[in-house]
């Protein structure tokens, strides 16, 4: 049980175009989905919280604006990266809240923007 | 600013022995914590969630949970080279209303030799 799947698995963009990445719960449905960015050697950093049928709230320093959520089911949350630029970079990798607040992580995404 | 604090290694234990790994909270009132183990390159995965003060084992591991010293701890016994990754400790954002969010440290990296 509490799988989560992410797609893609990996991306390369060109700078200036934008990038979707779809996170979903498969056998469990998740009211709040997380996303994170993780730089090489670097731990974990929350980007934002995302809630089914609301906005989703931002960490202080996370443009909105070009990060953008879009949580319309109870079983998938969308991340848009919008104007890709080569410092956006990153494994960005989703996950799914369970029960007693427990995240199960989805496999993540490597975002190469050239 | 809430921290969770983890010596970051690495923790070189032999096959067999046991690796204990630590980890400390700056939020009194955090109520919920989590150890996830991390491969490189891949995502996290979550292997114990512990809410009450003391043990709570499964398999070969236990965590250990002591709120009034603020810490929590991992044992992971007969050490496997299948183990060696980095650990994340992971604690419960514990704000009123604040819902679910949780707070990584940096990590620990264990190494298990042969």
């Known amino acids: 049980g509490a799988v989560v799947s992410q797609h893609p698995s990996r991306v390369i963009c060109k700078s200036g175009t934008s990038v979707k990445i779809e996170c979903r719960s498969l056998d469990f449905q998740a009211t709040t989905m997380f996303w994170y960015r993780q730089f090489p050697k670097q731990s974990l950093m929350l980007m934002a919280t995302?809630?089914?049928?609301?906005?989703?709230?931002?960490e202080q320093g996370v443009e909105k604006d070009k990060f953008l959520i879009n949580h319309a089911s109870l079983t998938l949350s969308t991340l848009t990266v919008t104007s890709a630029h080569p410092e956006d970079s990153s494994f960005y990798i989703c996950?799914?809240?369970?029960?007693?607040?427990?995240?199960?992580f989805g496999p993540g995404t490597r975002l190469t923007v050239t | 600013q809430k921290e969770v604090e983890q010596n970051s290694g690495p923790l070189s234990v032999p096959e067999g022995a046991i690796a204990s790994l630590n980890c400390t909270y700056s939020d009194r009132v955090s109520q919920s914590f989590f150890w996830y183990r991390q491969y490189s390159g891949k995502s996290p995965e979550l292997i114990m969630s512990i809410y009450s003060n003391g043990d709570k084992e499964d398999g070969r591991f236990t965590a250990q949970l002591n709120k009034a010293s603020q810490y929590v701890s991992l044992l992971i016994r007969d050490s496997q080279p299948s183990d060696s990754a980095t650990y994340l400790c992971a604690v419960n954002d514990g704000v009123t209303g604040g819902g679910n969010k949780l707070t990584f440290g940096t990590g620990t990296q264990l190494k298990v030799e042969l």
């Open positions: 996950s799914a809240e369970g029960g007693s607040y427990e995240q199960y």
């Open positions: 995302s809630n089914e049928g609301s906005k989703a709230t931002y």
